[in-house]
């Protein structure tokens, strides 16, 4: 019986010497095929949002993302967020070749992230920028999660104002290709308008040399005003779409006399309705 005892006490003394001598990733890691565990509570869906594109706007997503959800339930409530940020440098140089007609690095970037996303459990995705809302199709089709697309969201509130007549401002891509526009033209019965070549061509360039560098001048926020009365003023718009997550940054309602729409503030307000709906 002693001998036994002693036998007992000496497995169990090499088992933690094991243990402790193990790295601890070895002994916490999961097998590579082992299924994902949800651990958030099931009545929230999780959040996957693409970011990095740029950084200053993802931080206002992630932020509004749990602020509007501990507003909802209250507590200490908060949403329930899967963020893959995308390494903006390397990205702005396949920017730069889609628009030269080379989409495939961009696109492959994209679906990239949005499959890590999807093995992390997220349940829907959000892409923090109006820009690259232009692949959500892409990602639907070939990734097989759903996208809650910018436009959709944007839509919905401005018919909801009962707004027909709306200006468009963002990337120079988002201005002038017709993704955007066609969305909600089609969808939403808006007619879009987007300021001449000089002024896409400033708001692109404050939007890629400041607001993405977190950079706010005076200047280009009186640049961007001037801009939006001029649209009132000679084309009748109504309200201005801030099309780019970082403009907001810039512009708010109190800078114009016609009502802005938001689009960082739309898109994660439709994200927490949809991530509480089964609440």
Known sequence: MIYRHILTVVIGLCVCLSLARAEPSSILSAPDNAPVVAT?????????????ISWVSSLEYYRRLNELVAARIGGLNSA???????????????????????????????????????????????IASNTMNSTADLIEEQIGIPVLHIADATGAAIK????????????????????????????????????????????????????????FRDESRQAYIEIIERLVRDEGTEAVILGCTEIPLLIQQKHVSIPVFDTTAIHTEAAVERALQGR
């Open 40 to 52: 958030a509570p099931s009545e929230m869906q999780t959040i996957g949002v693409i970011g990095g």
């Open 160 to 215: 909801q104002r009962g707004i027909k007549k709306v200006a468009l401002l963002g990337t120079r891509y988002t201005m002038e290709a017709d993704f955007y526009r066609r969305h909600l033209r089609d969808n939403y019965g808006l007619e879009v308008l987007v300021p001449n070549a000089d002024e896409r061509r400033l708001i692109n360039d404050v939007i890629f040399d400041e607001l993405c560098a977190n950079v």
């Open 80 to 126: 329930a967020v899967l963020m893959y940020s995308i390494p903006f440098g390397a990205f702005s140089e396949q920017e730069r070749l889609a628009e030269e007609g080379d989409w495939a690095p961009l696109r492959a970037t994209m679906l990239d992230a949005a499959a890590r996303l999807q093995r992390g459990g997220a349940d829907f995705i959000i």
